[in-house]
């Protein structure tokens, strides 16, 4: 069988990551899915031209059902919407977690052993989400975290620094939220520990910048950025297919590591061709380990709201 990706969501981080994946030759097929009529169809069409000039061929194909995700190796799934107008977080909560279920049950009977990538917001919540609903081993479910907010902090460090990045390293654990955490004192850029480079107070201009890179690009644009979560996604894609065993922080259910348990949390881990390889745990200071407890805290609080809303019992 080919190397074969789903996408389920066609909008711009969709999109993106499958025109990546087709730019770079990483798969033999993708197939994009989206509620929206046309819009898979359209950007499938547009991504299967652009392969003209891609180093190897990639089918890109619509599905016109959810079921025509069908055999795949990874699916990826960016479907959900986003916090509107009077909206509380509880209803969005609710209603992401009932489109993810409706994704999932799907994919769950059309690619039965697929990895699943969860990048749909509130990312840590839907990815616990997704694990409840399968039941599969936690190694096929990994979320979309430190890959993207790794890749903005080294950004952060290449403009303070003018060196390489890459030749920097890029470590931030927690949520992928408010409460991330990223570690650029854990850092290297190529063999030099970061903190020989730069002092405390740029160290924490770093680690502010990095924590609000989504934000400044909303207040910019107006909307969320897509170029970084597409590659991103990318990475995360060519770790598992080429079986890479690549070091990247990612959000995966915690089954004792850290001290936690049953919940979807941004740390080190290294991906393969069976997805989770290995959960990293880092010996944390008592200072990060204090906030690593805040930022499991605030996703339990989201898993919370779903389980007073008796969303795992609904069938």
Known sequence: MGRKVGIV???AVGATAAYTLAMLGTCDEIVLFDIAEGVAKGKAIDIAQATYYAPQDT???AAEEPSDIKDCDIVIVTAGVPRKGDMTRADLL?????IIKQVVTNIMENSPNAIIISVSNPLDVMTYVIK???GWPSNRIVGLAGALDGSRMAYQIKKLTGLSNRQTGSLVIGDHGENMIPLPHKVHVGDVPLTELIDQSEMEGIIERTRFGGA???KHLGTSGYYGPGRAITHMVEAILNDNKTVVSSSVILEGQYGYDNVAVGVPVVLGKNGVEKVIELDLD?????KFALSVSSIKDGIKILQDNNFFEEK
């Open 9 to 11: 969501g066609a909008g």
């Open 286 to 290: 008592a200072e990060t380990k204090e």
């Open 59 to 61: 089918l890109i194909t």
């Open 216 to 218: 400044e690009i909303v």
């Open 94 to 98: 609710m209603i992401n977690a009932k």
């Open 132 to 134: 409840q609903i399968t």
